[in-house]
């Protein structure tokens, strides 16, 4: 009997000192084994807020890499170190300086989303995400929170500039190759926010109400093609509700659609501090509950200790988080130098934001600008906006303006009205730091206002400068929507008067006189239009905006980037205008009623969002989607269309007639046959690519390709895609209306696709 114990006690002290299991790439599943249940229920829950120490601040997580967004938890008794996230769409975003260093740590600020879309480059973008990606690594971060996807529905979505588009194929297409680019270096992305994240008011609780064919035609599409594109690492589910689930809870959204229906292999996170119950997020297959605190972990204990969840739903959890770690920059040991190559991403930059700007008009050849004398008016001239704020602001080391970049370019600049404005502005700047307002947008920085011109200012500039260049600026960000209102969407009366008196001015003189437009989403312009010799949509095009717009308004390249949103005639003409918090302003007082479009919005617009809206109810546009002029013309030919199996391949001649060198962007849409059981679209976009630069008289053959799931519209009553049999137009576009080749072809059977029944309205 003494013996037995004896024995007993040596095999239980050996196996006390027994190395437990360490992770490896092939042993997850014996380390989750070996997890007790405290350990999984912390891991499935950010480090970010108390663990670890970090400060309890979004995006001031000071573990690891400073400023990132969050961390995962480490577990040295099982071999499992932390990963870090940072954001975000325009590139990485961390702290620039550190307490305890000299060295500093900028990031390279790229255009915004919108303008990366605006290129239609699908090439470009993936350099771009090359770029991005690779200062994601040599920072020491795992995961960069990117890109984000969500529809344009409405124009006035303050997050819109972190966004591609109003159509779903552009977005999809658009972020798959950023993904790819990224995904390049060895590290994560996290494709945001999924989904119907539509609006910034009440983004947490906002129960998003639409038809299951709108959400798997337009709002799920994007995320879907850049899915099998692109394989994210990971996906970060939104805040919003949809029909009556917090999207992080929703099984329907996250596990049977895209894990089962669409193949995803990833990691799924909540958006920070995202949904509601924990328990929900575990059972919806939502892994990691950003940014994590005690609470959430210990009500998965909790729920599991009481039977209510299965562990299998944690474990499965907990399996897809430790395949993160396994991929992980010290996981693997991969040193970083904390040294990326900002020059040459800066001119990665500078080319991607050319490649995006979009020249609305141009009237008798008003450009290229010959480098001569401009007198620049407009704040944004002098203090470029270069991108939104928020999550999605980048830490970057300098932003170039205007002035500087057409100076940098051989251009002289009007001294006088640069000394003008420069005070101006510095005034400004100062007596905004002495109110101790630094802060007027969530995240952003000290936005100064127009500056007054006066008439003989304008006039004496007319006298010296041989041309002139009005910059109207707009910014707007994270936590809040735009709004349909002077200053905002529209113009202010100042603004129009600087047009105008600018203009005139200028014109008496036989000079030209050009708006650019730093803005992050369409603003009116059907009023003024008419107005200015030239208009260029440089939106926030990144910290090398300005040499940018001077390398477009010299003529050192052609613009080429193409709407990827309609300008509207006005705000109310957009479908969803009527059930969007267009004006809404928060107020303290607890409702006793769910409020229209704040605590709840009806996509009653249904599948008819951007140009499919205009095109369906023929309503005029200020600026067709597609639309972009260039300093040369194309002039399409020869445009066949041929059938392999199942898919469709479309050849097109695209000819340089004009005079310069440039690209053109071909777009195939295709127009549906009628059916007598579901409303179609006039048109859909199924396809785009970019031709080469095109020396003048040079032609390239553009190849596009899509299949037959592709032009399938979505039936909610035979729960299917379906591609009905019939004549299908195929038209060859340079933008929704200006289609110039038209051809058909023929499905000559039915096609279904049969989906699970799911997101349907509670
Ligand atoms: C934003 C996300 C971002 C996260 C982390 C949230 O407020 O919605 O887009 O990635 O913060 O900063």
């Known amino acids: ?282 059972k919806a297959g939502n892994d990691l509950l950003m940014p994590g605190n005690p609470a959430q972990s210990q009500a998965i204990i909790n729920v599991v200790k009481a039977g209510t969840l299965d562990e299998s739903y944690l474990d499965a959890c907990v399996y897809r988080v430790l395949e993160i770690v396994t991929k992980s920059l010290r996981f693997n040991g991969t040193s970083y130098s904390n040294k990326p190559d900002l020059n040459a991403h800066a001119q990665v930059a500078r080319n991607a934001a050319t490649e995006g700007m979009i020249l609305l008009k141009n009237d008798n050849d008003a450009l290229p600008l010959a480098k001569a004398k401009l007198a620049l008016f407009g704040v944004g001239s002098y203090d470029f906006i270069a991108g939104g704020t928020g999550s999605g602001d980048v830490n970057k080391a300098y932003v170039v303006s205007p002035v500087e970049g057409l100076a940098n370019n051989g251009f002289t600049i009007n001294e006088k009205l640069k000394n003008a404005y420069t005070k101006d502005l510095e005034a400004q700047k100062a007596k905004n730091q002495a109110s101790g307002k630094r802060y007027q947008l969530l995240g952003g920085g000290f936005r100064p206002s127009e500056r007054i011109v006066a008439k003989n200012e304008i006039s004496a500039a007319a006298r010296n400068s041989s041309a002139a260049i009005i910059t109207i600026s707009r910014q707007a960000g994270e936590g809040a929507d735009r709004k349909a209102i002077e200053g905002d969407f529209y113009l202010t009366a100042s603004e129009k008067a600087l047009i105008n008196d600018v203009t005139a001015a200028f014109k008496a003189k036989g000079k030209k006189s050009i708006v650019v437009l730093n803005i992050g989403g369409p603003v009116e312009t059907f009023s003024w239009k008419e107005v200015p010799d030239a208009i260029l949509l440089a939106w926030q095009c990144g910290q090398e905006g300005g040499n940018a717009i001077s390398d477009i308004l010299c003529g050192a390249i052609s613009p080429s980037g193409k709407l990827t949103s309609t300008f509207p005639i006005d705000i109310m003409d957009i479908g969803a205008s009527a059930n969007f918090p267009n004006n809404y302003i928060a107020s303290r007082e607890a409702r006793t009623e769910p409020l229209k479009d704040v605590d709840y919005v009806t996509y009653a617009e249904d599948i008819f969002v951007g140009y499919r809206f205009f095109d369906k109810f023929e309503k005029s546009v200020s600026y067709p989607f597609g639309y972009g002029l260039s300093y040369t013309t194309f002039k399409y030919s020869n445009a066949k269309v041929s059938k392999e199996g199942f898919k469709y391949m479309v050849t097109v001649d695209v000819k340089n007639v004009g005079k310069a060198a440039g690209k053109e962007v071909v777009k195939a849409y295709v127009s549906a046959p009628e059916s007598i059981t579901m409303n179609k679209p006039v048109k859909e976009l199924k396809a785009f690519a970019k031709t080469n630069t095109l020396q003048p008289g040079q032609s390239q053959t553009i190849t596009m390709q899509f299949d037959s799931y592709d032009i399938a519209s979505y039936d909610e009553d035979r729960v299917a895609w379906v591609t009905d049999s019939g004549d299908y137009k195929l038209l060859i576009a340079a933008s929704s209306d200006d289609i110039q080749c038209q051809l058909t072809f023929r499905v000559p059977a039915e096609i279904t696709y049969p989906t699970h029944k799911v997101l349907l309205q509670q």
Not at 117 to 127: D, H, I, K, P, R
Request: charged share 20%; proline share 4%; net charge neutral.
């Open 1 to 282: 009997m003494k013996k037995l114990a004896l024995l007993t006690l040596i095999l239980v002290s050996n196996l006390a000192i027994a190395q437990p299991i360490k992770l490896s790439k092939d042993n997850i599943r014996e380390v989750i084994a070996a997890m007790t249940l405290e350990e999984k229920a912390t891991l499935v829950t950010g480090a970010s807020r108390y663990g670890n120490g970090n400060a309890p601040i979004v995006g001031q997580s000071s573990v690891l890499v400073q400023g990132a967004a969050g961390t995962s938890y480490a577990f040295d008794r099982l071999g499992i170190p932390a990963f870090v996230m940072a954001d975000g769409p325009a590139g990485l975003r961390i702290s620039p300086t550190r307490n305890d260093q000299t060295n500093t740590f900028y990031c390279t600020g790229f255009p915004v989303a919108t303008v990366m879309a605006s290129s239609w480059n699908t090439t470009l973008v993936e350099q771009v995400g090359k770029a991005v990606g690779q200062e994601v690594k040599e920072y020491g971060v795992d995961i960069l929170l990117a890109p984000a996807i969500n529809l344009h529905r409405s124009l006035l979505c303050g997050r819109n500039f972190e966004y591609y588009s109003e159509d779903p194929v552009v977005t999809g297409k658009i972020a798959a190759a950023m993904i790819n680019g990224v995904e390049s270096n060895n590290v994560g992305t996290s494709l945001k926010h999924f989904a119907f994240n539509n609006q910034e008011t009440n983004r947490n609780n906002v129960n998003a109400i639409i038809s299951p064919r709108a959400a798997r035609e337009l709002y799920l599409k994007g995320f879907e093609i850049a899915v099998k594109e692109s394989q994210p690492w990971t996906i970060m589910s939104s805040y919003n509700r949809i029909n009556g689930s917090h999207t992080s809870e929703s099984r329907d959204l996250i596990t049977t659609i895209l894990r089962n229906e669409w193949g995803f292999e990833g990691m799924v996170m909540t958006d920070w501090n995202g949904g509601k119950d924990a328990s929900a997020m575990m």
